[in-house]
Protein backbone atom coordinates (compact mmCIF):
# COMPACT_ATOMS: atom_id res chain seq x y z
CA UNK A 1 0.00 0.00 0.00
CA UNK A 2 1.88 3.51 -1.11
CA UNK A 3 1.92 6.51 1.64
CA UNK A 4 -1.71 7.99 0.45
CA UNK A 5 -0.58 10.72 2.88
CA UNK A 6 3.00 11.87 1.46
CA UNK A 7 2.49 14.81 -1.22
CA UNK A 8 4.71 13.10 -3.72
CA UNK A 9 2.74 9.76 -3.50
CA UNK A 10 -0.68 11.66 -3.86
CA UNK A 11 0.72 13.58 -6.72
CA UNK A 12 2.08 10.63 -8.87
CA UNK A 13 -1.15 8.89 -7.79
CA UNK A 14 -3.60 11.74 -9.06
CA UNK A 15 -1.07 12.16 -12.41
CA UNK A 16 -1.38 8.27 -13.09
CA UNK A 17 -5.36 8.33 -12.81
CA UNK A 18 -5.59 11.64 -14.30
CA UNK A 19 -7.08 13.10 -11.80
CA UNK A 20 -6.97 17.07 -10.14
CA UNK A 21 -8.07 17.86 -6.93
CA UNK A 22 -11.81 19.32 -7.61
CA UNK A 23 -12.64 22.28 -5.30
CA UNK A 24 -16.41 22.38 -5.89
CA UNK A 25 -15.99 18.76 -3.88
CA UNK A 26 -14.16 20.14 -0.93
CA UNK A 27 -11.21 18.45 -2.01
CA UNK A 28 -8.00 18.85 0.57
CA UNK A 29 -6.32 16.05 1.45
CA UNK A 30 -4.38 14.72 4.67
CA UNK A 31 -0.89 14.60 4.30
CA UNK A 32 0.51 14.39 7.73
CA UNK A 33 0.83 10.86 8.87
CA UNK A 34 0.82 12.06 12.58
CA UNK A 35 -2.63 14.12 12.71
CA UNK A 36 -4.14 10.69 10.70
CA UNK A 37 -2.72 8.57 13.58
CA UNK A 38 -3.98 11.51 16.08
CA UNK A 39 -7.47 10.65 14.43
CA UNK A 40 -7.78 7.57 14.20
CA UNK A 41 -6.62 6.78 17.81
CA UNK A 42 -9.47 9.21 19.05
CA UNK A 43 -11.78 7.02 17.25
CA UNK A 44 -10.49 4.24 19.51
CA UNK A 45 -11.37 0.96 17.14
CA UNK A 46 -11.46 -2.48 18.24
CA UNK A 47 -11.07 -5.19 16.09
CA UNK A 48 -14.44 -5.78 13.87
CA UNK A 49 -15.82 -2.15 14.49
CA UNK A 50 -18.47 -1.42 12.14
CA UNK A 51 -17.38 1.86 10.91
CA UNK A 52 -18.82 4.40 7.57
CA UNK A 53 -16.26 6.48 6.53
CA UNK A 54 -17.42 9.66 4.37
CA UNK A 55 -15.49 10.97 1.48
CA UNK A 56 -12.40 8.66 1.64
CA UNK A 57 -10.57 10.75 -0.82
CA UNK A 58 -7.52 9.11 -1.16
CA UNK A 59 -7.71 6.96 1.49
CA UNK A 60 -5.69 8.54 4.14
CA UNK A 61 -7.99 7.86 6.93
CA UNK A 62 -9.43 4.42 5.59
CA UNK A 63 -5.67 2.96 5.57
CA UNK A 64 -5.30 3.48 9.15
CA UNK A 65 -8.88 2.49 10.10
CA UNK A 66 -8.61 -0.99 8.37
CA UNK A 67 -5.37 -1.46 10.03
CA UNK A 68 -6.40 -0.78 13.67
CA UNK A 69 -9.14 -3.77 12.28
CA UNK A 70 -12.52 -1.65 11.23
CA UNK A 71 -14.57 -3.34 9.11
CA UNK A 72 -15.71 -0.12 6.44
CA UNK A 73 -18.01 1.05 4.52
CA UNK A 74 -16.08 4.11 2.56
CA UNK A 75 -18.69 6.86 0.18
CA UNK A 76 -17.27 8.66 -2.19
CA UNK A 77 -18.89 10.84 -5.07
CA UNK A 78 -16.29 11.35 -7.23
CA UNK A 79 -15.80 8.32 -9.49
CA UNK A 80 -12.23 9.22 -10.46
CA UNK A 81 -11.33 8.38 -6.55
CA UNK A 82 -13.51 5.64 -6.52
CA UNK A 83 -11.63 4.02 -8.78
CA UNK A 84 -8.16 4.96 -7.40
CA UNK A 85 -9.80 3.81 -4.16
CA UNK A 86 -10.90 0.08 -5.85
CA UNK A 87 -7.63 -0.60 -6.69
CA UNK A 88 -5.42 0.64 -3.74
CA UNK A 89 -8.09 -1.70 -1.84
CA UNK A 90 -8.40 -4.43 -4.24
CA UNK A 91 -6.59 -7.11 -1.81
CA UNK A 92 -8.70 -5.63 1.49
CA UNK A 93 -11.83 -7.38 1.75
CA UNK A 94 -12.72 -5.58 5.23
CA UNK A 95 -13.42 -2.37 3.11
CA UNK A 96 -16.30 -1.91 0.72
CA UNK A 97 -15.84 1.48 -1.61
CA UNK A 98 -19.18 2.70 -2.97
CA UNK A 99 -19.70 5.66 -5.32
CA UNK A 100 -22.11 7.76 -3.46
CA UNK A 101 -23.39 11.04 -3.11
CA UNK A 102 -23.63 11.15 0.59
CA UNK A 103 -26.26 13.64 1.00
CA UNK A 104 -28.77 10.91 -0.67
CA UNK A 105 -27.98 8.37 1.63
CA UNK A 106 -30.98 6.75 3.86
CA UNK A 107 -28.48 6.24 7.13
CA UNK A 108 -30.90 4.13 9.36
CA UNK A 109 -30.71 1.37 6.66
CA UNK A 110 -27.24 1.85 5.90
CA UNK A 111 -26.09 1.78 9.52
CA UNK A 112 -28.41 -1.72 9.70
CA UNK A 113 -27.32 -3.20 6.88
CA UNK A 114 -23.27 -2.85 8.59
CA UNK A 115 -25.12 -5.53 11.08
CA UNK A 116 -23.84 -5.11 14.42
CA UNK A 117 -26.43 -4.31 16.94
CA UNK A 118 -28.72 -1.20 16.39
CA UNK A 119 -26.35 1.77 16.87
CA UNK A 120 -23.15 -0.12 16.87
CA UNK A 121 -21.49 1.63 14.12
CA UNK A 122 -19.03 4.40 13.89
CA UNK A 123 -19.08 7.51 11.82
CA UNK A 124 -15.53 9.25 10.66
CA UNK A 125 -15.47 11.63 8.28
CA UNK A 126 -12.79 14.72 7.10
CA UNK A 127 -15.81 16.47 5.88
CA UNK A 128 -16.31 18.16 2.91
CA UNK A 129 -16.90 22.16 3.83
CA UNK A 130 -19.13 22.77 1.46
CA UNK A 131 -22.03 20.28 2.66
CA UNK A 132 -21.58 20.15 6.70
CA UNK A 133 -24.80 21.47 7.34
CA UNK A 134 -27.20 19.57 4.86
CA UNK A 135 -24.54 16.45 5.77
CA UNK A 136 -25.71 16.93 9.89
CA UNK A 137 -29.27 17.73 9.83
CA UNK A 138 -29.46 14.22 7.79
CA UNK A 139 -28.02 12.32 10.49
CA UNK A 140 -30.25 14.22 12.95
CA UNK A 141 -33.00 13.24 10.85
CA UNK A 142 -32.16 9.61 10.94
CA UNK A 143 -31.92 9.88 14.92
CA UNK A 144 -27.94 10.05 14.80
CA UNK A 145 -27.73 6.21 14.36
CA UNK A 146 -24.25 5.61 15.73
CA UNK A 147 -22.36 4.63 18.61
CA UNK A 148 -19.71 7.36 17.74
CA UNK A 149 -19.29 9.84 15.34
CA UNK A 150 -15.57 11.91 14.80
CA UNK A 151 -15.69 14.21 11.75
CA UNK A 152 -13.41 17.15 11.06
CA UNK A 153 -15.21 20.45 9.99
CA UNK A 154 -14.11 23.61 9.37
CA UNK A 155 -13.40 25.06 12.89
CA UNK A 156 -16.26 27.42 12.46
CA UNK A 157 -18.80 24.58 11.80
CA UNK A 158 -17.47 22.61 14.69
CA UNK A 159 -17.67 25.68 17.10
CA UNK A 160 -21.28 26.18 15.92
CA UNK A 161 -22.23 22.63 16.71
CA UNK A 162 -21.15 22.86 20.15
CA UNK A 163 -22.21 26.70 20.32
CA UNK A 164 -24.32 27.63 23.80
CA UNK A 165 -26.83 30.04 23.88
CA UNK A 166 -25.76 33.48 23.67
CA UNK A 167 -23.13 32.49 21.80
CA UNK A 168 -23.01 34.56 18.59
CA UNK A 169 -22.58 31.22 16.54
CA UNK A 170 -25.71 29.56 18.82
CA UNK A 171 -28.02 28.40 15.76
CA UNK A 172 -30.64 26.04 14.33
CA UNK A 173 -27.63 23.56 13.97
CA UNK A 174 -26.41 23.68 17.54
CA UNK A 175 -29.97 23.36 18.89
CA UNK A 176 -30.80 20.08 16.79
CA UNK A 177 -26.59 19.05 17.20
CA UNK A 178 -27.25 19.13 20.84
CA UNK A 179 -30.64 17.67 21.15
CA UNK A 180 -29.78 14.73 19.46
CA UNK A 181 -25.81 14.01 21.24
CA UNK A 182 -23.14 15.19 23.26
CA UNK A 183 -19.82 16.62 21.80
CA UNK A 184 -16.98 18.24 22.15
CA UNK A 185 -13.96 19.73 20.42
CA UNK A 186 -11.26 17.01 20.48
CA UNK A 187 -8.20 19.44 18.92
CA UNK A 188 -7.33 21.71 16.09
CA UNK A 189 -5.97 21.22 12.86
CA UNK A 190 -4.08 23.42 11.09
CA UNK A 191 -4.35 24.53 7.29
CA UNK A 192 -0.99 23.33 6.53
CA UNK A 193 -1.47 19.46 6.52
CA UNK A 194 -4.01 19.57 3.39
CA UNK A 195 -3.26 19.77 0.02
CA UNK A 196 -4.07 21.53 -1.68
CA UNK A 197 -4.66 23.88 1.38
CA UNK A 198 -7.53 25.38 2.38
CA UNK A 199 -7.91 29.27 3.35
CA UNK A 200 -9.32 28.06 7.04
CA UNK A 201 -7.79 25.66 10.29
CA UNK A 202 -10.34 22.78 11.31
CA UNK A 203 -11.42 21.23 14.18
CA UNK A 204 -12.28 17.24 14.95
CA UNK A 205 -15.42 16.76 17.17
CA UNK A 206 -16.59 13.35 18.85
CA UNK A 207 -20.23 13.20 19.13
CA UNK A 208 -22.04 10.29 21.18
CA UNK A 209 -25.88 9.79 20.74
CA UNK A 210 -27.76 11.27 23.59
CA UNK A 211 -31.23 9.75 25.39
CA UNK A 212 -33.79 11.72 23.78
CA UNK A 213 -36.92 12.96 25.78
CA UNK A 214 -39.82 13.58 23.41
CA UNK A 215 -41.42 11.43 20.77
CA UNK A 216 -41.38 11.29 17.23
CA UNK A 217 -44.43 13.85 17.11
CA UNK A 218 -43.00 16.12 19.68
CA UNK A 219 -39.82 15.78 17.22
CA UNK A 220 -41.50 16.54 14.13
CA UNK A 221 -42.93 20.54 16.36
CA UNK A 222 -39.70 20.77 17.61
CA UNK A 223 -37.57 20.99 14.23
CA UNK A 224 -40.36 22.74 13.08
CA UNK A 225 -39.64 25.25 15.72
CA UNK A 226 -36.31 25.38 16.09
CA UNK A 227 -35.37 25.81 12.58
CA UNK A 228 -38.63 28.67 11.90
CA UNK A 229 -38.02 30.85 14.72
CA UNK A 230 -33.69 30.64 14.04
CA UNK A 231 -34.98 31.87 10.38
CA UNK A 232 -36.00 35.31 11.99
CA UNK A 233 -33.46 35.53 15.07
CA UNK A 234 -33.57 39.15 15.66
CA UNK A 235 -37.63 38.69 16.96
CA UNK A 236 -38.71 37.52 19.74
CA UNK A 237 -40.35 34.69 20.15
CA UNK A 238 -44.10 35.01 19.97
CA UNK A 239 -43.42 37.06 16.92
CA UNK A 240 -41.48 34.30 15.54
CA UNK A 241 -43.75 31.90 16.25
CA UNK A 242 -46.75 34.15 15.04
CA UNK A 243 -45.77 32.86 11.49
CA UNK A 244 -45.07 29.25 12.14
CA UNK A 245 -48.87 28.69 13.97
CA UNK A 246 -51.94 29.54 13.68
CA UNK A 247 -52.44 30.64 17.34
CA UNK A 248 -53.04 34.40 18.40
CA UNK A 249 -50.33 35.85 20.38
CA UNK A 250 -51.88 36.28 23.53
CA UNK A 251 -52.13 32.55 23.18
CA UNK A 252 -48.27 32.16 22.02
CA UNK A 253 -47.26 34.15 25.40
CA UNK A 254 -49.63 31.98 27.67
CA UNK A 255 -48.15 28.98 26.33
CA UNK A 256 -44.53 30.55 26.36
CA UNK A 257 -45.04 31.34 30.20
CA UNK A 258 -45.68 27.51 30.83
CA UNK A 259 -42.04 26.56 29.99
CA UNK A 260 -41.06 28.83 31.74
CA UNK A 261 -40.34 31.76 29.22
CA UNK A 262 -40.50 36.01 28.67
CA UNK A 263 -42.51 36.84 26.06
CA UNK A 264 -39.66 39.44 25.15
CA UNK A 265 -37.13 36.01 25.16
CA UNK A 266 -35.37 35.54 21.72
CA UNK A 267 -34.21 32.45 20.15
CA UNK A 268 -30.63 32.53 21.04
CA UNK A 269 -31.02 32.51 24.67
CA UNK A 270 -32.84 29.49 24.68
CA UNK A 271 -31.38 26.15 25.70
CA UNK A 272 -32.22 22.98 24.01
CA UNK A 273 -34.37 21.83 27.04
CA UNK A 274 -36.42 25.03 26.70
CA UNK A 275 -37.05 24.22 23.02
CA UNK A 276 -38.01 20.91 23.94
CA UNK A 277 -40.06 21.81 26.68
CA UNK A 278 -41.89 24.12 24.34
CA UNK A 279 -42.38 21.57 21.52
CA UNK A 280 -43.96 19.28 23.94
CA UNK A 281 -46.30 22.27 25.27
CA UNK A 282 -47.52 23.03 22.17
CA UNK A 283 -47.74 19.29 21.05
CA UNK A 284 -49.78 19.28 23.88
CA UNK A 285 -52.02 22.12 23.25
CA UNK A 286 -53.03 21.31 19.69
CA UNK A 287 -53.13 17.13 20.62
CA UNK A 288 -56.07 18.39 23.09
CA UNK A 289 -57.62 20.83 20.40
N1 LIG B 1 -10.71 11.83 3.75
C1 LIG B 1 -9.77 12.37 2.79
C2 LIG B 1 -8.59 12.93 3.51
O1 LIG B 1 -8.73 13.22 4.71
O2 LIG B 1 -7.53 13.10 2.91
C3 LIG B 1 -10.42 13.43 1.87
C4 LIG B 1 -11.13 14.57 2.58
S1 LIG B 1 -11.75 15.82 1.51
C5 LIG B 1 -11.85 17.17 2.66
C6 LIG B 1 -13.45 15.44 1.28
C7 LIG B 1 -13.80 14.23 0.42
O3 LIG B 1 -15.24 14.11 0.36
C8 LIG B 1 -13.35 14.30 -1.00
O4 LIG B 1 -12.77 13.07 -1.35
C9 LIG B 1 -14.63 14.54 -1.83
O5 LIG B 1 -14.58 14.04 -3.13
C10 LIG B 1 -15.65 13.83 -0.97
N2 LIG B 1 -17.03 14.35 -1.16
C11 LIG B 1 -17.42 15.62 -1.41
N3 LIG B 1 -18.76 15.71 -1.49
C12 LIG B 1 -19.25 14.47 -1.29
C13 LIG B 1 -20.56 13.90 -1.27
N4 LIG B 1 -21.64 14.67 -1.47
N5 LIG B 1 -20.68 12.58 -1.06
C14 LIG B 1 -19.57 11.79 -0.85
N6 LIG B 1 -18.32 12.26 -0.85
C15 LIG B 1 -18.14 13.59 -1.06
Redesign the pocket.
Known sequence: MPDVTSPRVLNNLFEAYGLQP?RQ??????IDANIVRKIVSAAEIQRDDRVI??????????VSLAHAGAKLIV????RG?VKLLKNLFEAWPQVVIKE????QVDWITLAGNLGAEKGAVKLI???????SGPFMYNLFRAGFPFSTALL?FQKEVARRLVAKPGDHDYGALSVLSQYYCRGNILFDVSKNV?WPRPRVDSAVLKLKPRRRDLSESEEQLFWEIVQGVFQQRRKTLPNGMARLFDLSRSRLVELLEEVPLSPTARPEELSVIQFAKLSRIIYNYFDKQ
Request: without cysteine; negative net charge.
Open positions: RLGQNFLEVGPGAGALTLEIDLQDVLSNLPYNIMF
